[in-house]
């Protein structure tokens, strides 16, 4: 988990749904077919150094997460695990100072199965019982020539409830009550801080895992290059 998902909001939408001032998400349109890779809005809160007000912002960053550090990467980091996020060289340093919020309608996981003598895979598209579900996540900036390029990775955990019944992982989702706590650009200093947030994650999300629910969609998802990310059909569940 997971390797693609939906956002059915614009950006004035997703705006007025976080109570966020627009970023530099100027003109985002609803995709239903996002990959690693591809620029994603978050929501972030950052710290002016002048005035010290704290500003909530809809932004865009590539979901491909690419510390300074890191001067390569083969293949994409979109996905950071729970279990290692506060403690793994890759994430430790955004887990304890730079969060956002990867808002979703819901995201695909695929089940195998063998028709016919041969194995396929079978698409589902997961999501929550009301609207837009918000994904934890952790976010990098990166000068590249003479920009900035932010990029983020989703939390995962392990799945539960509906989600389980398909793949093994899953977002680690948040409720409303805690947007401002994860979203509070204070680094977590000490192990106690971190522990504190872990365990605030996995309780939320375990939360939110018994109202997700999941239904079997048509293949031709399954090539992301082919497919219009504009088509809301790719979402339409399939009769089974």
Known sequence: MCGRFAVDKGTNELIEEFVAQGGDVHDWRPSYSIAPTDVVPIVRERRNSDSG?????????VWDFHPAFIK????PNFNARLETVATNGMWKGAFASSHCIVPMLGYY??????????????PHFIHGATGTLAAAGIYTARRVNDEWVVSTAI??????DASGQVHDRMPVFLTPDVYDEWLNPVKLASDADKEHTLSMLENVSGRVASTITTYEVDRR???SRTVDPADPALIAKIAS
């Open 53 to 61: 007000e704290i500003t909530r912002s809809l932004d865009s960053a």
């Open 72 to 75: 390569e990467s083969k293949r």
């Open 109 to 122: 996981e695929w089940a195998d199965l063998e028709e016919n003598g041969k194995k396929v895979k079978q």
């Open 155 to 160: 939390i995962t955990r392990e799945a539960r």
């Open 221 to 223: 998802v399954n090539n």
